[in-house]
Each structure stands twice: as C-alpha cells, then as structure tokens.
C-alpha cells in the first residue's frame, strides 16, 4: 500500500512523490459514520493521451509513471482520492492499442477487464492529435458500456485542433446527437497543469452511488514495493532510451532488502530483445546505465525513505514480449 506523504519532501519529475508502506489496509478504523460517495472508476484511452499524468493530478501525489512513450503503462494502477465526499478509487489502464503479441494481449485485456464492475469510466482523449483507427475502435468498446462515461478533452493547454473530430466519432458511435446522450458529460481538462481537473472529480462524485470506503483514508495506491521500484526504473529508461527502444524494455526485481533498517538494497534484472539493444542501455563506459540507476536511486530514496543501493543488470532475451513464463515472471499475466 502506497500512504499519502504527510511532508512534501522533493519534488522529482515536476509531481510530488509519496511515501511508501507495505501494510494490510485497516479499513473498519477508517469508515466515517454516514454513507459517502464512493466507488471504482476506470481511466480509459488509447496510449499517450495523459491517463497516467491525469491520476497523478487527481490524487496529488506520483503513483503512476509517465513518459512521451505510447504504451508506459502496462498494468492497471490504482489511485486514491478521499476527501469529505467519499473515496474514489481510480484504475489507470494501460493505453489501448491494436498490437498482437503477449504483452500487448495482456495490456488491452486490462483495459477491458477494468470497465467491468466499474462505477463510471473516464474515457480521456487528446484533442491535439487527429482521431485513428486505434480511437474508433475505442470508441466501439465504451458504445456497450452502461455505466455513465465523462470523457476528459485532455491537453487543453495545446491546441485542441481535432476536437470536431472526437465529437463526430463520439456521435456516429453512438448514433446519437451528443446533447441527447444520458449518462455522458464533456470536460475539457489539462492533466498536466490541472486546469478543471477539481470540475471533472465533482463530476465523477456526482456519479457514484453511497458506500462504504474501500481503504484507509491516507492510502493513495495499492501497488506493491516491488512494482513500483521497477516501474520507477523503467520510467527512467523510458525516459533516456529513444525510438522503439522502450518497447522491447522490461525490469525485473531479483532483490528488495533493507539493509539495518537505513539502506534498501535493490537488484534489477533489465532485459532487452537484442544484444544492439543491450549495449544502448549499457552505453558507452557504462554511462546510460549509470545515469538510469542514479535517477531512480534519487527518486527511490524519497519514496522509500531510506539511502538506496541499486545493482542493474542488462539482459538479452528474445521475443520476452510473447513468452508466457517471461510474462508471468514480470508480472504481466495473462488470463485470457
Ligand atoms: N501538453 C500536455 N501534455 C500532457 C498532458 N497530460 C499528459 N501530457 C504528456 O503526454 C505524455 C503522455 O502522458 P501519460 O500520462 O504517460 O499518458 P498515458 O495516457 O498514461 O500513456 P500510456 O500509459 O502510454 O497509455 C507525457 O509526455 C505527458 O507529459 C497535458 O495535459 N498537456
Ligand atoms: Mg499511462
């Protein structure tokens, strides 16, 4: 379990970080004495239209990563938000997108196993970027959901050139004039300055049935140590490694140990696709390496409050992306 930081020590990557425990939610303690509003909510949208910067903006603190990379995020994440209204426990999903093999089945099958059960979806769209095939497609999925959907008109601070696009393909999809549509409220936010992003959180409350609170109130994600390490080291190669490089990208946690309860001792397993690939992670005298490791420790050593030692090691393993065992070692298993 991730808790809300009580003091905001660093600010890493422009986005607050959060202090990091490993403990069994008490929930019983946390419950308030009336019914609030609370419920699950999905983050849905084809990759790189700002799901993941989105929830950061929401809870307040860095509980997914993000990079200018299509497809960074390849599990569902969840993030909390409790105020005096209720809790909301938001799911990032992984972008949706029309890729074939392991990894790409495991990541769209998230999404779509994370509109099931759900309360409302948030379906974020960049207006920036012209409509393709991977948003109609998209657009066909959500056209059978029956819970109310809000869909975010993200990077307004960009121009939003292709809004007439969305609103054409929301209509056509649903064969129906937009202010007919029930269940179904527009907000154009930016997940990335915040603009509207409280309007869009009234919506989403205005939504959701009473409840009891699914965690304790200063829980903000319920990712593991384990995963949020590896994914903090492979934001930092998502960020430094170029072109197709990140796909072919995963990190694997062999060891996470504190040490006198003062260090935490950390080594990762990096694996690429190809030998190339593995001396452009390595760099010339060892330097990428050396660079990814430092930015991590130093976000890492806020996060977990302790001085952090990482050993990275780089890997070659071909086709690991379409490999089940592989798959499952990292934690993207497949339950089709
Ligand atoms: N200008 C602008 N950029 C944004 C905004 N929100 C996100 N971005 C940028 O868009 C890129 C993708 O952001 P993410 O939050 O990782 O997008 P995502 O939808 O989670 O991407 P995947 O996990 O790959 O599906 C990053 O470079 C962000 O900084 C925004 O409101 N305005
Ligand atoms: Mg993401």
Same mark, same amino acid.
């Given at each position: 379990?991730?808790?809300?930081?009580?003091?905001?020590?660093?600010?890493?990557? $422009?986005? $607050?970080?959060?202090?990091?425990?490993?403990?069994?939610?008490?929930?019983?303690?946390?419950?308030?004495?009336?019914?609030?509003?609370?419920?699950?909510?999905?983050?849905?949208? /084809?990759?790189?239209?700002?799901?993941?910067?989105?929830?950061?903006?929401? #809870?307040?603190?860095?509980?997914?990563?993000?990079?200018?990379?299509?497809?960074?995020?390849?599990?569902?994440? /969840?993030?909390?938000?409790?105020?005096?209204?209720?809790?909301?426990?938001?799911?990032?999903?992984?972008?949706?997108?029309?890729?074939?093999?392991?990894?790409?089945?495991?990541?769209?099958?998230?999404?779509?196993?994370?509109?099931?059960?759900?309360?409302?979806?948030?379906?974020?769209?960049?207006?920036? /970027?012209?409509?393709?095939?991977?948003?109609?497609?998209?657009?066909?999925?959500?056209?059978?959901? $029956?819970?109310?959907?809000? +869909?975010?008109?993200? &990077?307004?601070?960009?121009?939003?050139?292709?809004?007439?696009?969305?609103?054409?393909?929301?209509?056509?999809? /649903?064969?129906?004039?937009?202010?007919? +549509?029930?269940?179904? #409220?527009?907000?154009?936010?930016?997940?990335?300055?915040?603009?509207?992003?409280?309007?869009?959180?009234?919506?989403?409350?205005?939504?959701?049935?009473?409840?009891?609170?699914?965690?304790?109130?200063?829980?903000?994600?319920? +990712?593991?140590?384990?995963?949020?390490?590896?994914?903090?080291?492979?934001?930092?190669?998502?960020?430094?490694?170029?072109?197709?490089?990140?796909?072919?990208?995963?990190?694997?946690?062999?060891?996470?140990?504190?040490?006198?309860?003062?260090?935490?001792?950390?080594?990762?397993?990096?694996?690429?696709?190809?030998?190339?690939? &593995?001396?452009?992670?390595?760099?010339?005298?060892?330097?990428?390496?050396?660079?990814?490791?430092?930015?991590?420790?130093?976000?890492?050593?806020?996060?977990?409050?302790? &001085?952090?030692?990482?050993?990275?090691?780089? &890997?070659?393993?071909?086709?690991?992306?379409?490999?089940?065992?592989?798959?499952?070692?990292?934690?993207?298993?497949?339950?089709?």
């Amino acid at each position: 379990m991730v808790k809300r930081a009580k003091v905001n020590k660093a600010k890493i990557n $422009k986005t $607050k970080v959060k202090k990091v425990k490993v403990e069994a939610p008490v929930i019983e303690k946390a419950q308030p004495e009336a019914l609030l509003k609370c419920g699950f909510v999905s983050i849905i949208g /084809r990759p790189n239209t700002g799901k993941s910067t989105l929830l950061n903006q929401i #809870v307040g603190e860095k509980v997914a990563i993000v990079s200018p990379i299509p497809q960074t995020t390849r599990t569902a994440i /969840r993030g909390i938000l409790t105020d005096e209204r209720g809790q909301i426990v938001f799911v990032d999903t992984p972008g949706w997108h029309s890729g074939r093999d392991g990894l790409d089945r495991f990541m769209n099958k998230s999404c779509q196993n994370s509109i099931e059960g759900v309360d409302c979806v948030v379906y974020v769209v960049d207006t920036s /970027r012209a409509v393709g095939p991977e948003e109609e497609q998209i657009a066909q999925r959500l056209k059978h959901v $029956k819970v109310p959907i809000v +869909m975010a008109l993200n &990077k307004t601070d960009l121009r939003s050139k292709y809004l007439h696009q969305y609103l054409e393909l929301w209509e056509t999809t /649903r064969q129906q004039k937009l202010d007919t +549509m029930k269940d179904f #409220v527009m907000i154009p936010v930016s997940g990335r300055s915040g603009t509207q992003v409280d309007k869009l959180v009234d919506v989403v409350f205005d939504f959701l049935p009473l409840g009891h609170f699914f965690y304790e109130t200063d829980i903000v994600s319920d +990712m593991s140590q384990k995963q949020l390490v590896s994914d903090i080291i492979r934001e930092k190669l998502f960020l430094l490694t170029r072109e197709e490089l990140p796909h072919s990208i995963a990190v694997v946690i062999d060891e996470l140990r504190p040490v006198k309860g003062k260090t935490t001792r950390i080594r990762a397993v990096i694996y690429v696709e190809r030998d190339s690939q &593995k001396e452009i992670v390595i760099g010339a005298k060892g330097q990428m390496l050396k660079k990814v490791g430092t930015m991590a420790r130093e976000e890492l050593e806020v996060l977990l409050e302790t &001085k952090v030692f990482i050993e990275l090691h780089v &890997k070659a393993r071909k086709d690991w992306r379409d490999d089940h065992g592989m798959l499952a070692d990292m934690g993207y298993i497949l339950e089709l």
